[in-house]
């Protein structure tokens, strides 16, 4: 046990950077430099923090605020679509609905159309409940102007995430019936499964094949997928977590190929995000720490 408390808050630390970045390796990075900060100090003027987790908290977000800005250039120079860093999470992540949904695949792509000080704003507001001076601090504006820009971002928001909830029974249901599909090639059972205005997104990032724009519509998503069972050598499709929600895993000759997240509504899919870019699949041993 220890009584440090940059290791009592690092989960939430790492949770915070990494839903600014949509990267588990900038993330780290960025609690890295944290900590650098936080030793820097000195143990008598740690001693004096008075409130250590507002603190760190909003070193890291200043730190992570500096990267998006440097990240914002990559990524316009991404080849093909940007998704974010995969997380292997527990199933009991999907517990905590408002953490699960918070660093869920559909929220992280909605949260990459804004800003950077729009971002953190709304992360540390909406997801860790921030109060406002605090806000005002990490990011250098007024408590006024922090209102009015968590405002802007929580209606930007409203206006793309995905509204329904779906149970984990529910979910896991979904996820049978489209592994089966998948495995065995089945077009018709594909096309019941998914949802008719399906999108499937792929991230490649230039490094393997993968459509370079979404594929729109059930029809061409499950010709797609229908021929994964055919790919010359063994194919295996399982079940997995992913950020906090249902996702399938895709090997071939007993290597990792791709991971999907799957959004699932009214008992069918609406949309996989599927990452193939090696460099965003190498995290994926163990379960990442979260918490708000």
Same mark, same amino acid.
């Not at 065995?184 to 594909?190: I, N």
């Not at 949802?195 to 792929?202: K, L, N, R, S």
């Given at each position: 046990m220890t009584d440090d408390p940059f290791v009592a808050h690092r989960s939430l630390l790492f949770t915070v950077a990494y839903e600014m970045l949509g990267s588990a390796a900038d993330a780290e990075d960025v609690v890295q430099e944290t900590w650098l900060r936080w030793a820097g100090l000195g143990a008598a003027a740690?001693? =004096? +923090?008075?409130?250590? #987790?507002?603190?760190?908290? #909003?070193?890291?977000?200043?730190?992570?605020?500096?990267? @998006?800005?440097?990240?914002?250039?990559?990524?316009?120079?991404? /080849?093909?679509?940007? @998704?974010?860093e995969p997380l292997l999470t527990s199933p009991d992540v999907a517990e905590d609905v408002e953490l699960a949904e918070s660093v869920s695949f559909a929220m992280l792509t909605v949260l990459e159309t804004l800003g950077p000080t729009e971002r953190a704003v709304f992360v540390l507001r909406e997801v860790f409940d921030t109060p406002y =001076?605090?806000? &005002?601090?990490? /990011?250098?504006?007024?408590?006024?102007? +922090?209102? %009015?820009?968590?405002?802007?971002?929580?209606?930007?928001?409203?206006?793309? #995430?995905?509204?329904?909830?779906?149970?984990?029974?529910?979910?896991?249901?979904?996820?049978?019936?489209?592994?089966?599909?998948?495995?065995? *090639?089945? @077009? %018709?059972? @594909?096309?019941?499964?998914?949802?008719?205005? /399906? /999108?499937?997104?792929?991230? *490649?990032? *230039? +490094?393997?094949? &993968?459509?370079?724009?979404p594929i729109e519509g059930a029809d061409r998503a499950a010709r797609l997928l229908g021929g994964l069972a055919r790919l010359p050598g063994a194919f295996e499709a399982m079940p997995m977590w992913l950020n906090g929600g249902p996702a399938v895993r895709l090997d071939l000759d007993g290597e990792l190929n791709t991971v999907a997240s799957l959004v699932i509504e009214d008992g069918r899919i609406t949309r996989i995000y599927a990452i193939r870019n090696p460099d965003k699949l190498a995290r994926l041993g163990e379960e990442a720490s979260l918490s708000r």
């Open positions: 740690r001693a =004096d +923090v008075r409130d250590p #987790r507002a603190y760190l908290v #909003r070193i890291v977000t200043r730190q992570a605020l500096n990267r @998006l800005r440097t990240l914002a250039r990559r990524r316009e120079e991404y /080849v093909g679509e940007w @998704l974010p =001076d605090e806000i &005002a601090e990490a /990011v250098g504006k007024t408590p006024a102007a +922090v209102r %009015q820009i968590a405002h802007r971002a929580r209606e930007h928001v409203a206006a793309r #995430r995905p509204r329904a909830q779906v149970s984990r029974a529910e979910q896991e249901a979904v996820v049978q019936r489209f592994l089966a599909a998948v495995r065995g *090639g089945d @077009l %018709q059972e @594909l096309l019941d499964v998914l949802a008719p205005d /399906v /999108v499937v997104v792929a991230d *490649g990032g *230039g +490094v393997v094949a &993968a459509a370079r724009h």
